[in-house]
């Protein structure tokens, strides 16, 4: 199965930007569908933005209008660019995905940690 490995977390200032980057290997990743997901400590993993293989997005309401997610496939690659930093942005980021008609893998990386402090 395709493994992803998410980079380009730090640390930034309120109102600050970022932007993540998900490397994909071991499948066709033209064809995943792909999602950026967050863990804050205490918190539930949730789903911050998706996109599929042929470009359609979607996002959570808290990063509406903020965050962008995008990918280039000659790349292996999905980004998430995150502007207007909040400190409830804070959180380890991750990214998964499947392929269509499959479920969501069940492999989690490492992550990206995001940090938005003054």
């Known amino acids: 199965q395709v493994q992803f490995v998410e980079s380009g977390g730090g640390l930034v200032q309120p109102g600050g930007s970022l932007r993540l980057s998900c490397a994909a290997s071991?499948?066709?990743?033209?064809?995943?569908?792909m999602g950026w997901y967050r863990q804050a400590p205490g918190k539930q993993r949730e789903l911050v933005a998706t996109i599929t293989g042929g470009g359609s997005t979607n996002y959570a309401d808290s990063v509406k209008g903020r965050f962008t997610i995008s990918r280039d496939n000659a790349k292996n690659t999905v980004y998430l660019q995150m502007n207007s930093l909040k400190p409830e942005d804070t959180a380890v980021y991750y990214c998964?995905?499947?392929?269509?008609?499959?479920?969501?893998?069940?492999?989690w990386g490492q992550g990206t940690q995001v940090t938005v402090s003054s």
């Open positions: 071991g499948s066709i990743f033209s064809l995943y569908h």
């Open positions: 998964n995905g499947r392929s269509v008609g499959t479920p969501l893998g069940t492999s």
